[in-house]
């Protein structure tokens, strides 16, 4: 069995501030209601408002994470697939992702699940559709430093010569 997949996490630190303006406008709508406990019942209401907006809206993207972890991989790209459709059908919920899903990250889902199904090819031993893939999200993200390293990774390793004993 492979070891444990590799974890990117790439945090985008300025959203801290809008998720802290919520948090902030939950705790103030408490606070007009049972101000004794307004901190606590509004931060249980944020969490569990990004938990919900988490697990309904990104559901196909967890389902991939979960799958590709389990080394499903045939069924995470197909997971990755649907994840990418539905934020490229709605682009607004993914540029706005700080706010829509309380995520503070700073790579989007669109760019998350294209590199994702180049690495799910990658670990099925379809190279060349690893590499469509990785140059795709390079097309959409011209920024992205995961692609850009497994392109170079899969390049390097095209290039050098095998050695014989």
């Not at 406008?25 to 907006?53: D, K, R």
């Amino acid at each position: 069995m492979s070891s444990k997949t590799p974890k990117v996490r790439q945090i985008n630190y300025i959203a801290i501030i809008p998720h802290l303006i919520i948090m902030a406008g939950m705790v103030w709508l408490w606070y007009q209601i049972y101000p004794e406990n307004a901190f606590l019942f509004g931060a249980i209401t944020y969490i569990l408002t990004s938990f919900i907006l988490r697990n309904l809206i990104s559901k196909d993207h967890r389902n991939g994470i979960k799958n590709n972890n389990s080394e499903n991989y045939k069924e995470a790209i197909s997971d990755f697939e649907k994840s990418y459709t539905f934020f490229s059908k709605h682009e607004w919920v993914d540029k706005y992702r700080m706010v829509t899903l309380l995520s503070s990250s700073k790579m989007s889902y669109r760019e998350m699940a294209l590199a994702n199904i180049g690495y799910c090819y990658s670990q099925i031993g379809d190279g060349n559709k690893a590499k469509e893939y990785y140059e795709r999200t390079l097309k959409e993200f011209p920024g992205s430093g995961l692609a850009k390293s497994a392109l170079n990774m899969m390049n390097s390793v095209e290039q050098t010569p095998s050695s014989k004993n």
